[in-house]
């Protein structure tokens, strides 16, 4: 079956680095659509950033110019490179893919979701 799984979470100071990895198994998604939103404590699940197939990005303005978003279609893997990170960033981390290749910021229009990993931004 379709495991989408991320890793590079964790507890950092603000202004700080960290890199998060999706790694994708059971399914090849070189031509498909990958994302990454992110859930707080006591809000809805929000879009963060998407790649398209080809290499097109896009962000939500709360993250534009800090996070980058990039994809290894060759190991099926996606990235978020989030600097200067600020304590409101911290949330749950989820990756998640669709069938097909547009872009979209709602969560309904990806099919396929990791399990989250956790991001602590201390002030």
């Known amino acids: 079956q379709v495991q989408l799984v991320e890793s590079g979470g964790g507890l950092v100071q603000a202004g700080d680095s960290l890199r998060l990895s999706c790694e994708a198994s059971?399914?090849?998604?070189?031509?498909?659509?990958m994302g990454w939103f992110r859930q707080a404590p006591g809000k809805e699940r929000e879009f963060v950033a998407a790649?398209?197939?080809?290499?097109?990005?896009f962000y939500a303005d709360s993250v534009k110019g800090r996070f980058t978003i990039s994809r290894d279609n060759a190991k099926n893997t996606v990235h978020l490179q989030m600097n200067s990170l600020k304590p409101e960033d911290t949330a749950v981390y989820y990756c998640?893919?669709?069938?097909?290749?547009?872009?979209?910021?709602?969560?309904?229009?990806?099919?396929?979701w990791g399990q989250g990993t956790q991001v602590t931004v201390s002030s």
């Open positions: 790649i398209s197939w080809s290499g097109s990005t």
């Open positions: 059971g399914r090849t998604f070189s031509r498909d659509a």
């Open positions: 998640a893919a669709r069938v097909g290749a547009v872009v979209y910021s709602s969560r309904q229009d990806y099919a396929y």
